[in-house]
């Protein structure tokens, strides 16, 4: 964004800038903790993530105070208007994503004590790593205004959803071929759909993304894959 006549003016929209990239920093950390918390069976590290859901709720109460503040005094429009409009709606999904990731916390502390073979967890840690790298792609996108970069998430947001559509119907194999796995299971299950949410904010940003650097937003359906599972409520 260009400098401003008014030095507060820019101060205050760094502030909020500074505050978005905490708030990804936060959500980043939540989601491998969350999934490490899960491989190890670490409950401890679990309710660490959990704890740590209020501090990413009261950044994004900060987000939306300062930028309606700066809206009410600065009166901002153009770019000025998109960036603050833009980083209300990021720290909105960033803060979902916190939820989510402190929701997987809350399935590894419910499976304390359960074990099942790694092959089993597997398939959740391989949608978690491909989440990660959506979130970390598209805040790098927002911190760099890469418009080209952020639509390159944007066009890959199905590979989440079919690689969860394959985890639901491994997971239902497993469940069938034994029943002993059925509840472990069941709580993986509840914590894939929660990854693949997480990669639909990071899409949801992408969008925000392409809206701000350009003032468009994109007029066509975002990619999905094509033999959805029907979700599950988490």
């Known amino acids: 964004m260009p400098d401003h006549t008014v030095k507060s003016y820019d101060d205050d929209l760094m502030e909020i800038g500074r505050k978005i990239a905490e708030m990804g920093g ?23 993530v959990i704890a740590t859901d209020p501090r990413l709720d009261a950044l994004e109460r900060e987000v939306e105070e300062k930028a309606t503040l700066t809206i009410a005094k600065r009166q901002p429009m153009a770019i000025d208007l998109r960036a603050i409009v833009s980083a209300i709606r990021i720290a909105s999904d960033l803060e979902r994503i916190g939820d989510l990731a402190k929701n997987v916390g809350k399935r590894v502390v419910a499976i304390d004590g359960q ?27 927002y911190a760099q205004s890469d418009d080209a970069a952020a639509m390159d998430v944007w066009r890959h947001d199905e590979e989440i959803d079919n690689l969860y559509n394959s985890l639901f119907r491994e997971l239902l194999t497993y469940m069938m071929e034994d029943p002993r796995n059925i509840g472990f299971c069941a709580h993986l299950l509840f914590c894939a759909k929660n990854i693949e949410r997480i990669g639909d904010h990071a899409t949801n940003i992408a969008e925000t993304i392409h809206y701000l650097i350009t003032g468009e937003a994109i007029s066509v359906d975002r990619p999905r894959a094509s033999d959805a599972i029907i979700p599950l409520s988490t």
Do not use: W, Y
């Not at 950390?29 to 309710?47: F, P, R, Y």
């Open 115 to 141: 074990f099942a073979p790694q092959k089993i967890v597997g398939g959740v840690v391989h949608i978690s790593d491909l989440a990660l790298d959506r979130m970390k792609r598209v805040l790098d996108a």
């Open 26 to 48: 936060i959500a980043e950390s939540m989601l491998s903790n969350s999934i490490t918390a899960l491989v190890k069976g670490d409950t401890v590290l679990a309710q660490r």
